[in-house]
């Protein structure tokens, strides 16, 4: 596997540090529990990270020098490819594979450059489409100007494309992509740290108590939910993810939100708590009665596994792979993006206790049957196997 700016390692929270380094790692994880051995290539963006680090039984990251050895933000990071598929191939030589799991779309440019030499099938996850990004962004679109075409070109150069959801199936359809080289694989979530029973935190409120969790960037939609918070006198909004607690003033985006509860006389109805960690992101699942997720748009959504998986009703935005993950009114509701009245009016229905009980024993049924990273990592496997054995007919060798 190849994930640039993602590794399973990183502390999640971070801008760039979500749900792409949560579902290598698991997925990872999970295909070597399957028998699979694992190397996960990443850029090493610490001076002191290892050469090699072992992650899992079976799996091994591997951090290549590719531009400096500190943080970039990803969107910074084009420069520095050739680099890391320079260093990718030396390791792909010394230690061949069968098949390449790129992950995002500046991995799938080292990928398929690294992968070109030894012929071996590269298999892409995009993760998030430039076309989709430009859209719902306009001029605050970050990526660099070559993304997009980066990505039609990856549509043709890949063995396989594995899309997350029937959404961006149809974008990438849309795009040029081969019919029959698209495999529709959803993310997952680790039902067993994931689950309605196990410790919570306490809340010393009697309002509903609604959890907003991932990275602070304004496509996820915050704004909007302090905006309904602040409509809905009964409830109280946790929202996790940022630097730090110690450090939440550094970021702009987490003072932007700060003096949006202020400004909307809701701010003690709002608690930030910064990063938080895995196990203690289940707990602090476990202890809402309600997980939000109300992005402008987003790729997949792996937040809403985890509330459901925690037997936790969720509210969320209609886009992406919630459409795919979320039924509404059956496991969740839906809203639509960027509507604070909707979604003001959805937290009030969210006040009926039964209503949620009803919702989230349905959303744990639905992802034990479909959503488990077991479920994930077989359909990926099955994807893998296809790819490898048609790559081999191509090749003369079968």
């Known amino acids: 596997m190849v994930s640039e700016h993602a590794s399973p390692l990183a502390v999640l929270g971070g801008v760039d540090a979500g749900g792409q380094n949560v579902h290598v790692g698991e997925l990872a994880r999970h295909l070597a529990q399957m028998g699979v051995d694992v190397d996960v290539y990443t850029r090493r963006d610490d001076p002191d990270l290892p050469r090699v680090a072992a992650f899992a039984p079976g799996v091994l990251v591997h951090h290549l020098d590719a531009g400096p050895a500190e943080a970039v933000p990803k969107d910074r990071l084009l420069p520095h490819m050739p680099a890391m598929a320079r260093e990718l191939q030396v390791r792909l030589d010394a230690r061949p594979v069968e098949l390449v ?114 990275r602070p960037v304004p496509r996820k939609g915050v704004a909007e939910l302090i905006a309904a918070v602040a409509r809905v006198p009964d409830v109280e909004l946790v929202v996790a993810g940022g630097p730090p607690l110690d450090r939440l003033g550094s970021d702009p985006e987490l003072v932007h939100l700060h003096g949006l509860a202020r400004s909307l006389g809701c701010s003690g109805r709002v608690r930030f708590v910064g990063a938080v960690g895995r196990r203690a992101m289940a707990d602090l699942a476990r202890s809402a009665d309600v997980v939000a997720c109300t992005p402008w748009y987003e790729p997949f959504g792996i937040v809403p596994l985890e509330a459901m998986a925690s037997g936790v009703p969720v509210l969320v935005s209609g886009v992406g792979g919630m459409l795919d993950t979320v039924v509404h009114d059956v496991t969740g509701l839906h809203v639509r993006p960027r509507d604070v009245n909707g979604i003001a009016a959805a937290l009030e229905r969210l006040q009926d206790p039964e209503l949620r009980r009803r919702l989230g024993r349905a959303g744990r049924k639905r992802v034990t049957e479909h959503f488990t990273w077991d479920r994930v990592a077989r359909a990926t496997l099955d994807a893998y196997q296809r790819t490898v054995s048609a790559s081999r007919v191509l090749g003369g060798v079968a």
């Open 101 to 214: 799991h790129s992950h995002f779309w500046m991995s799938g440019l080292a990928a398929v450059t690294a992968a070109s030499a030894s012929h071996t099938p590269v298999v892409h996850t995009f993760h998030a489409l430039g076309v989709v990004k430009r859209r719902h962004q306009g001029a605050d679109d970050t990526s660099p100007p070559e993304r997009i075409g980066i990505e039609r070109s990856l549509l043709r150069e890949c063995d396989a494309i594995i899309a997350t959801c029937s959404d961006e199936r149809r974008e990438l359809l849309d795009l040029g992509a081969r019919p029959e080289a698209v495999h529709v694989v959803p993310c997952g979530v680790d039902a067993s740290t994931f689950r309605p029973n196990g410790p919570s935190f306490e809340w010393r409120t009697r309002h509903l108590r609604v959890l907003a969790a991932g």
